[in-house]
C-alpha cells in the first residue's frame, strides 16, 4: 500500500501565500506523476498542477502564474507554492500519486491523500 500525507493547508488572507507538502511512503518502487487537484463546495474535483518525475509540468488555467509545484524524487514528495491566493481558490486540496509498486510489474497505481484544507479571507 501507499500512503500521501499533506501538510501545509490553513488560513490565509487574499493576496498571501501558502505551501504544501505531500509526502508519499509504503510500497513504492517508483513515482511516474504527484500532483495537486482541488475541490470546492459544489465543485468537482480540477487539477491544479502536476509534474511527471522527468520535470515536465502541467497547471489549471486558474493557477497559472500564481502557483508553482516541485517535486523532491529522493524524498518522493511534492510541493506547490501557492501565491497570490484569491478567495476562489479556497478549497480542499488533495495530492494525487501515479505509483508503480513493483519492479517486477509495470503496473501504476493512483493514490490520493486525505486533502488539506485552504481558505482564503477577502
Known amino acids: 500500500q501507499v500512503q500521501l500525507v499533506e501538510s501545509g493547508g490553513g488560513l490565509v488572507q487574499a493576496g498571501g501565500s501558502l505551501r504544501l507538502s505531500c509526502a508519499a511512503s509504503?510500497?513504492?518502487?517508483?513515482?511516474?506523476?504527484m500532483g495537486w487537484y482541488r475541490q470546492g463546495p459544489g465543485y468537482q474535483r480540477e487539477l491544479v498542477a502536476s509534474?511527471?518525475?522527468?520535470?515536465?509540468?502541467t497547471y489549471g488555467d486558474a493557477v497559472k502564474g500564481r502557483f508553482t509545484i516541485s517535486r523532491d524524487i529522493a524524498k518522493n514528495t511534492v510541493y506547490l507554492q501557492m501565491l497570490s491566493l484569491k478567495p476562489e481558490d479556497a478549497a480542499v486540496y488533495y495530492c494525487?500519486?501515479?505509483?508503480?509498486?513493483?519492479?517486477?510489474?509495470?503496473?501504476?497505481?493512483?493514490?490520493w491523500g486525505q486533502g488539506t484544507q485552504v481558505t482564503v479571507s477577502s
Open positions: 509504503g510500497s513504492i518502487f517508483s513515482i511516474n506523476v
Open positions: 494525487n500519486a501515479i505509483v508503480r509498486t513493483s519492479r517486477y510489474r509495470t503496473n501504476e497505481y493512483s493514490y
Open positions: 509534474i511527471s518525475n522527468g520535470g515536465s509540468t
